[in-house]
């Protein structure tokens, strides 16, 4: 009896390390929220002769992820992003006094916001884990919903002008299609529930502006972050 038991005893940590951790992709479907600080860029954008241009943005989700197999499911979602373009001009004529009715320097903040559709799917690289981790590649069909713009300009003899609306050089394209590519770590916090950290990037397949005729096309990359719930 004792030699049973000191076996029993012995085989403990083989158990222990043996013993699966149930995560909730076991469970079925799941729902997955996201949001992620931005980096934006655009493409073949023409060099500033003068002056700054800064990107920042942002971006949150709701997805559903559909099992396949234990280690794939289909993930499909909406997110809302927002890319932020900041120009600013400095001193416009440098070494002169500029006249008092005529423009001294300006900065230019333009908005840009879209609504994407994404459908992919994520893969887990060590499923049945509970630090799981995992790949998210996904095709996003993209609307753009405003085109905003605040212009502040200042003048020679300090007066300051706004312009709030939508800009009139802008033609932000309606329709656009893009891929997405993100990967990560997920963390089991309850049978039901879990946390993840997701690295993402997208890139726009066609051309930001439709009346231009430029090339430009919009991209970003962050790194964020979400919750995975079972329905």
């Not at 083989?14 to 076991?26: G, V």
């Not at 997805?63 to 234990?70: A, C, G, Q, R, Y």
């Not at 212009?151 to 300090?158: A, H, I, L, S």
């Amino acid at each position: 009896m004792n030699a049973r038991l000191l076996l029993l005893f012995l085989s403990l940590p083989a158990l222990a390390s043996a013993q699966r951790f149930y995560t909730i992709e076991e469970h079925g479907f799941k729902v997955s929220t996201f949001a992620a600080p931005l980096f934006p860029k655009r493409t073949a954008l023409p060099e500033l002769s003068q002056g700054s241009l800064d990107f920042s943005g942002y971006s949150v989700g709701l997805s559903v992820l559909i099992p396949k197999l234990e280690s794939w499911y289909w993930q499909a979602g909406i997110q809302f992003s927002n890319f932020r373009e900041t120009y600013q001009s400095g001193k416009l004529n440098p070494g002169t006094t500029t006249p008092d009715s005529l423009p001294d320097r300006f900065r230019q903040i333009d908005n840009f916001s879209f609504l994407d559709a994404n459908f992919g799917f994520r893969y887990y690289l060590n499923p049945g884990k509970r630090l799981k981790f995992f790949i998210h590649p996904a095709l996003a069909a993209s609307y753009s919903l405003t085109a905003r713009r605040l212009q502040t300009t200042v003048y020679g003899d300090g007066k300051i002008e706004e312009f709030k609306g939508e800009p009139e050089d802008v033609s932000l394209r309606k329709f656009n299609v893009g891929v997405h590519f993100g990967g990560g770590a997920e963390l089991l916090l309850h049978p039901t529930a879990a946390m993840f950290v997701e690295p993402v990037f997208f890139q726009q397949f066609l051309p930001a502006m439709e009346k231009d005729g430029g090339t430009s096309r919009f991209y970003a990359w962050g790194i964020g972050g979400g919750f995975v719930f079972k329905l």
